[in-house]
């Protein structure tokens, strides 16, 4: 019996958590996390829900990593989803480093509470400011960053957050992506998914 209820008040205890964060998942606007970021000054979130929040910058060998990514440019909206796809995975093996959270594992229940984990929040706040440094940089020719993005509330399964961006168009009208890194361990490439098969509850399984 009391092992039961110390089971419940665990679920509990998790699904307020995870409540609490989904609120205002999808804002990027706080004191303490720089709405627009570049190279020499951006934000990084871990410690689950953005509770630790680290100023960074990087230097000109660790940019230039990331910058090669794009080399050559791409020539279709395709080609340069597998460029974003490495050079977010190559900005969280440089952060990693630099926030000890280079042993981040996929997903968050097995892990949680581990240290150096991240959850979706701090992974969707992550990656929508490593878009916007790519954007702001000139890099992306083919799509721009999105805000944060949520689905589930609990109404129709888990919540549960992701970075975000669109191809350009004439008009905007272009087919938008989820840019979601939660499902994997610190440093492996994104999945970018489309957003409406995401929204409807897509995972790695699928």
């Not at 909206?77 to 959270?101: W, Y």
């Not at 549960?160 to 905007?172: D, I, Q, Y």
Request: proline residues 4%.
């Amino acid at each position: 019996m009391k092992s039961d209820k110390k089971t419940f008040y665990y679920l509990l205890t998790l699904v307020l958590l995870l409540f609490s964060n989904m609120i205002n998942a999808d804002t990027f606007v706080r004191d303490d996390i720089i709405t627009s970021p570049d190279v020499t000054h951006f934000s990084m979130c871990h410690n689950q829900g953005c509770k630790t929040v680290e100023q960074l910058s990087l230097s000109n060998t660790e940019w230039q990593k990331i910058q090669a990514h794009f080399l050559p440019e791409a020539e279709t909206p395709e080609a340069e989803r597998l460029q974003i796809a490495d050079a977010i995975a190559e900005f969280e093996q440089i952060v990693g480093i630099k926030t000890d959270t280079t042993h981040d594992k996929a997903g968050l229940f097995e892990s949680m509470g581990s240290y150096g984990q991240l959850d979706c929040i701090d992974e969707s706040t992550n990656t929508t400011t490593y878009l916007l440094i790519l954007h702001k940089q000139g890099l992306l020719k083919w799509h721009e960053p999105m805000d944060h993005v949520t689905r589930g509330f609990f109404i129709f399964g888990w919540p549960h957050s992701s970075g975000a961006m669109r191809e350009v168009l004439p008009l905007n009208m272009g087919a938008e992506f989820a840019v979601d890194s939660w499902f994997e361990d610190n440093g492996v490439r994104p999945h970018i998914i489309s957003l409406s098969l995401w929204r409807n509850g897509w995972t790695p399984d699928d």
